[in-house]
């Protein structure tokens, strides 16, 4: 049994159901160890059906008393000026966090790339873990059914309702806003110059032209986190917290917009300072979250390249 063959599909269904790319890949280590000490007998379906079973049981686990993992919006209201305090950071356990693009995007599956935002797998944390499985196995990866039946030990029925009550509470919790990286797409590829040029040039005021009138601007770890333009063109304007001499770097993560922010260190070599996802809707920019842990990241990630 090849079972690296699977590790990349089932790495990007463990990030659904985790919201940590950390917890996904300790998931599916953890699957294939099971794997290996149990045989492979054709009860649970096919093999892939198999280790997607076990794959699921290992998230369950891990999710066990767990704290839902969240995004800045979720957790409290926005700041109410763009000067802030920004307060004690949280334990990386609280947040959804962030995962490269290479380890949950098979290159011989298509895949709905817009099912990694960082808004729709914050919105998954909100079910149950056997209603998140049946719905990502069910709207995300199309599976049957009878398949998911199967792997979960249980009737068509049984899954049909869980879907069911799984797409309700989904409804009430809807994601954000938002679109995924489209390359190819002549209009978000200029958005996302424009947005880009205008930071790294320090131009607030085309910067902040860019975003939509109820933008959002958060920062793992911390709780703080800002909504609307005139919020926001305070905060990139305050002296102490000011952008000047960063650059973007493209970063290839959640199927989004993303870059390294790095800014000169000491010696005047410029060092990465965050990692920022954005979420574009149409002719605007509608979410910048910008992770602070960069220690953790670029042990994922790779340093910006």
Same mark, same amino acid.
């Given at each position: 049994m090849?079972?690296?063959?699977?590790?990349?599909?089932?790495?990007?269904?463990?990030?659904?159901?985790? *919201?940590?790319?950390?917890?996904?890949e300790?998931?599916?280590?953890?699957?294939?160890?099971?794997?290996?000490?149990? =045989?492979?007998?054709?009860?649970? *379906?096919?093999?892939?059906?198999?280790?997607?079973?076990?794959?699921?049981?290992?998230?369950?686990?891990m999710?066990?008393?767990?704290? &839902?993992?969240?995004?800045?919006?979720?957790? *409290?209201?926005?700041?109410e000026?763009? =000067?802030?305090?920004?307060?004690?950071?949280?334990?990386?356990?609280?947040?959804?966090?962030?995962?490269?693009?290479a380890?949950?995007?098979?290159?011989?599956?298509?895949?709905?790339?817009?099912?990694l935002?960082?808004?729709?797998?914050?919105?998954?944390?909100?079910?149950?873990?056997?209603?998140?499985? @049946?719905?990502?196995?069910?709207?995300?990866?199309?599976?049957?059914?009878?398949?998911?039946?199967?792997?979960?030990?249980?009737?068509?029925?049984?899954?049909?309702?869980?879907?069911?009550?799984?797409?309700?509470?989904?409804?009430? @919790?809807?994601?954000?806003?938002?679109?995924?990286?489209?390359?190819?797409?002549?209009?978000?590829?200029?958005?996302?110059?424009?947005?880009?040029?205008?930071?790294?040039?320090?131009? @607030?005021?085309?910067?902040?032209?860019?975003?939509?009138?109820?933008?959002?601007?958060?920062?793992?770890?911390?709780?703080?986190?800002?909504? +609307?333009?005139?919020?926001? &063109?305070?905060?990139?304007?305050?002296?102490?917290?000011?952008?000047? +001499?960063?650059?973007?770097?493209?970063?290839?993560?959640?199927?989004?917009p993303?870059?390294?922010q790095?800014?000169?260190?000491?010696?005047?070599?410029?060092?990465p300072?965050?990692?920022?996802?954005?979420?574009?809707?149409?002719?605007?920019?509608?979410?910048?979250?910008?992770?602070?842990? @960069?220690?953790?990241l670029? +042990?994922?990630?790779?340093?910006? *390249?």
């Amino acid at each position: 049994m090849l079972l690296e063959s699977y590790r990349t599909e089932l790495t990007g269904y463990c990030y659904r159901m985790l *919201g940590s790319g950390f917890e996904a890949e300790d998931a599916v280590q953890e699957t294939f160890v099971r794997a290996w000490r149990s =045989a492979y007998d054709g009860r649970r *379906g096919s093999e892939r059906t198999w280790l997607y079973a076990i794959a699921t049981n290992v998230c369950i686990d891990m999710l066990r008393s767990a704290q &839902r993992r969240a995004l800045a919006v979720d957790l *409290g209201p926005a700041a109410e000026a763009g =000067a802030a305090d920004f307060g004690p950071p949280l334990g990386e356990h609280r947040w959804v966090m962030p995962v490269p693009d290479a380890r949950v995007l098979p290159e011989d599956r298509v895949v709905r790339r817009e099912t990694l935002r960082l808004a729709f797998v914050a919105a998954l944390q909100h079910l149950p873990p056997r209603q998140r499985a @049946v719905l990502i196995l069910r709207d995300v990866l199309c599976w049957h059914a009878d398949e998911v039946a199967v792997l979960l030990d249980c009737t068509v029925a049984s899954v049909t309702s869980a879907l069911q009550r799984a797409r309700a509470t989904l409804r009430t @919790v809807a994601p954000a806003p938002g679109e995924p990286l489209r390359p190819a797409d002549d209009a978000q590829r200029r958005l996302l110059a424009r947005y880009c040029d205008a930071f790294e040039r320090h131009d @607030v005021d085309t910067l902040v032209a860019l975003l939509h009138e109820d933008a959002t601007m958060t920062m793992p770890p911390f709780v703080w986190w800002l909504r +609307g333009r005139d919020h926001i &063109r305070a905060a990139l304007l305050d002296p102490a917290a000011s952008c000047a +001499g960063a650059r973007l770097v493209p970063v290839a993560a959640n199927a989004s917009p993303a870059y390294w922010q790095t800014r000169p260190g000491p010696d005047g070599a410029h060092v990465p300072f965050g990692l920022v996802l954005i979420d574009v809707a149409g002719p605007r920019v509608v979410s910048v979250t910008t992770y602070l842990d @960069v220690d953790r990241l670029v +042990g994922l990630f790779g340093p910006p *390249g």
